[in-house]
């Protein structure tokens, strides 16, 4: 893998990540063979795994782990220390004893619909959606899906109640110009 440092900043940015315009990326973050969507910025301490897709207008808050098997839509917050989960059942050995590989287990997928938030020290586990303009609340632990604008909350995450669907849809795209330490180009 085409791994490199930024000059002076301990990034760790496959070759392989796509990068859209206007990425933001903040220092210790580690990305690989994933996709991050235009004006996203991502905070110190965060891993994105291979086939995770991070839509445009997204921000990532510091020390969350995105697997892979994960897809976030545009515009969605994602607080800080959240974690994904792609495997209900893991194992570090197979079945002879040796460790698991890819060939050994099945990725499981989540997805985060447009506009969506997720607290911080939230877990979500795999094989849900999480609906457009939903929040869950922080430190949640999501089981199930969650519906369009569904606030949820608690371990397991529960319908608290509802909120207004967000203009979020009708908001212009406009990048906020702010003191990042770097940005990146697109085309790596
Ligand atoms: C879930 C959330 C949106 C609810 O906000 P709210 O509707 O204003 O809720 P309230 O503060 O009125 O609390 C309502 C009830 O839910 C409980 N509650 C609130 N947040 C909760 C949470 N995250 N987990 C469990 N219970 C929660 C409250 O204790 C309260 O319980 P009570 O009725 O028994 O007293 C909010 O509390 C939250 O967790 N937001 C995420 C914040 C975050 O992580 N930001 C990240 C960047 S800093």
């Known amino acids: 893998m085409d791994t490199r440092q930024q000059s002076g900043l301990c990034q760790s ?51 969350t782990f995105i697997c892979e098997g994960v897809t976030v839509e545009d515009r969605v917050f994602i607080g800080h220390q959240v974690v994904f989960i792609n495997d209900r059942y893991p194992r570090a050995a197979n079945g002879a004893g040796q460790l698991q590989t890819e060939a050994d287990w099945t990725v499981e997928s989540t997805l985060v619909q447009r506009g969506a938030s997720i607290g911080s020290g939230s877990v979500i586990l795999c094989n849900v959606t999480i609906g457009e303009n939903a929040i869950v609340g ?13 606030v949820v909350a608690g371990n397991p995450a529960r319908i608290m109640r509802y909120c207004e669907a967000s203009p979020v849809h009708e908001l212009t795209t406009q990048a906020v110009p702010e003191p990042w330490p770097i940005e990146l180009k697109p085309g790596r």
């Open 13 to 63: 940015i496959a070759g392989d990540v796509k990068l859209g315009e206007d990425v933001k990326i903040y220092n210790f973050v580690n990305l690989y063979g994933c996709e991050i969507g235009s004006r996203t910025k991502i905070g110190a301490f965060v891993e994105i795994q291979k086939g995770a897709k991070i839509g445009t207008d997204c921000k990532i808050s510091s020390h």
């Open 138 to 150: 922080a430190g949640s632990v999501v089981t199930k899906n969650v519906p369009a604008n569904a």
